[in-house]
């Protein structure tokens, strides 16, 4: 598993200051530092909902190019065999979709 990016591990420590001083505040009975706690529990966590999403859009982007080159490769290594050349006698042929076919869509 890799690590963390950055902005999620700075929103993570951020949220758990917040949530200690607003903690403090409230054990302390002092409303300012209570307030300033909560204020900043929710301005952390509306931050680290961002940068999560960000995140997770970015790597799901990487994971799908991945993909796509994956199957680019397995394409070519069935080009190379012989496999893609010509229609096999009694079989069905299945068309194998470019990607100009898909933008077209």
């Known amino acids: 598993m890799s690590r963390a990016p950055l902005p999620l591990n700075l929103f993570r420590a951020l949220l758990a200051a917040g949530l200690?001083?607003?903690?403090?505040?409230?054990?302390l009975s002092h409303p300012t530092t209570m307030y300033?706690?909560?204020?900043?529990?929710?301005a952390t966590a509306?931050?680290?909902?961002?940068?999560?999403?960000?995140?997770?859009?970015?790597?799901?982007?990487?994971?799908?190019?991945?993909?796509f080159e994956a199957g680019y490769h397995t394409a070519l290594h069935h080009v190379a065999l012989g496999?893609?050349?010509g229609h096999p006698v009694g079989r069905k042929v299945v068309p194998i979709p470019r990607p100009h076919d898909r933008?077209?869509?």
């Open 103 to 105: 933008q077209a869509e």
């Open 36 to 42: 300033g706690g909560i204020l900043a529990t929710i």
């Open 20 to 27: 200690g001083v607003g903690l403090t505040g409230t054990l």
């Open 83 to 85: 496999l893609l050349d």
């Open 46 to 67: 509306t931050g680290l909902v961002c940068a999560t999403l960000h995140h997770t859009r970015r790597l799901t982007a990487t994971d799908r190019a991945q993909e």
